[in-house]
């Protein structure tokens, strides 16, 4: 091919990126005036003994999550062709999260099937199951959201296929049908608009006084008003931190009611033997905003995920326990 014929294809397939991105926004926008549904779409895995999931967001202009089943199986069977033949995607959950209004909704749909690597080569044995090849997600720029224009969602495909990842963790898309099957997944949840949900902090406070109260919960009083950004009475998912200098039970998630404008009580009962002082409490937003993916990039890298039980397993009994 000559030089100039070289810089015609570059220019082309430039073109076609532009043109796949800018659909995509249209597309993001004519759902928008549809005033579409967030759902939670988890794909659950099993295999060897041991399973997992992966979670997603999903922008629909649709109120049943039935009426997604199609999209996500699709999905579902592109997902698996990544898969060791150990491996499958064994259920899909889809949930109703909330409509683009923010306003919270109920309403699940289970879908019990197996999807397999339906791929005939040989030596398509899986990697450990704490093997994952990690997808970097860039986020689609929204007029609605711009806060979140430059974030990245980190996703972990867990069940690799052996002969794609060495003994260092490098990633090979040449080898086992990878990197063909990675863009085929990777085109239906684009397609499907498919996307994460992000965090976003509504107030930070510094805390004054922490206190036990006699039923076990424990009360905080801020130094800032709380209201009217919080509401009195509701209870809120929040995050502690530098309490006692970062070594105290209280650090970490937690939820917390609305007292007053001043104090806030913990849901849970949570045992502090020494006096707690310092730290700050940041809260987030209820109903977290959607992010549409961009693009989803695969890593030339593969990292380690913990692993539990096969999905859809029943749990074993466990011993309650006091925070503390």
């Known amino acids: 091919m000559t030089k100039c014929g070289r810089a015609g294809t570059r220019a082309a397939l430039f073109s076609l990126s532009c043109l ?9 926008f004519l759902m928008l005036l549809v005033l579409p549904m967030i759902f939670r779409v988890t794909f659950g895995f099993a295999g060897a003994g041991v399973g997992w999931s992966e979670t997603h967001a999903m922008l629909a202009a649709a109120t049943d999550p039935g009426l997604l089943v199609p999209t996500v199986s ?20 889809i949930a109703r999260y909330a409509d683009n209004a923010g306003a919270r909704a109920r ?13 005939t080569q040989l030596n398509l044995n899986a990697e450990p199951a704490q093997v994952a090849l990690m997808v970097r997600g860039d986020s689609l720029a929204s007029p609605l959201n711009p806060q979140f224009d430059a974030n990245e969602n980190q996703t972990f495909l867990g069940g690799p296929i052996d002969i794609c990842v060495d003994n260092a963790g490098k ?26 949900l992000a965090s976003q902090t509504i107030l930070d406070v510094p805390i004054t006084t922490i206190t036990q109260n ?34 105290s039970p209280l650090n970490g998630e937690i939820l ?14 949570i045992g502090i033997a020494l006096t707690q002082t310092g730290g700050r409490i940041r809260f987030y937003k209820q109903v977290a905003p959607f992010v549409q993916y961009g693009d989803l990039i695969l890593s030339d890298f593969a990292g380690n995920h913990k692993r539990g039980r096969p999905f859809g397993s029943k749990p074993g009994r466990a011993r309650k326990r006091v925070r503390g």
């Open 74 to 93: 699709d999905i579902a069977s592109k997902r698996a062709q990544m898969l060791g033949t150990e491996f499958s995607v064994v259920a899909i959950r």
């Open 20 to 28: 796949e991105a800018s659909y995509r926004v249209f597309a993001f």
């Open 107 to 119: 309403g699940v749909k289970l879908v019990k099937q197996t999807w397999v690597n339906t791929s």
């Open 171 to 196: 990633v090979f898309q040449n080898k086992g049908g990878l990197g063909a099957a990675f863009a085929s997944w990777r085109s239906a949840m684009l397609t499907a608009g498919m996307g994460w």
């Open 256 to 269: 917390l009611t609305c007292d007053d404008n001043e104090f806030l009580t913990s849901y849970e009962i």
């Open 214 to 247: 006699t039923n076990g919960t424990v009360q905080f009083a801020s130094a800032n008003a709380l209201l009217p950004t919080l509401t009195q009475g509701q209870t809120y998912k929040a995050r502690i931190r530098r309490v006692n200098g970062g070594n």
